[in-house]
């Protein structure tokens, strides 16, 4: 899986992470909600829906 194609634990892509400014967090959640970029991984999946 490309970088691009990746997906964060706020079910956004990885491009609503990538800013001209410094920081991570999600621009469409907001800093409150995703405050930094997070890959989704199976073992994430597991644990949150276990």
């Known amino acids: 899986m490309k ?3 990746a ?3 706020c ?3 990885h491009r609503a ?3 001209h400014r410094r920081g991570t967090e999600c621009a469409l ?3 409150r909600v995703c405050s930094r970029y997070r890959r989704e ?3 994430r999946r597991l644990v ?3």
């Open 41 to 43: 991984t199976w073992w």
């Open 3 to 5: 970088a691009e194609d």
């Open 11 to 13: 079910g956004h892509p």
């Open 17 to 19: 992470h990538e800013h």
């Open 48 to 50: 949150s829906h276990g």
């Open 29 to 31: 959640c907001g800093p």
């Open 7 to 9: 997906v964060c634990v």
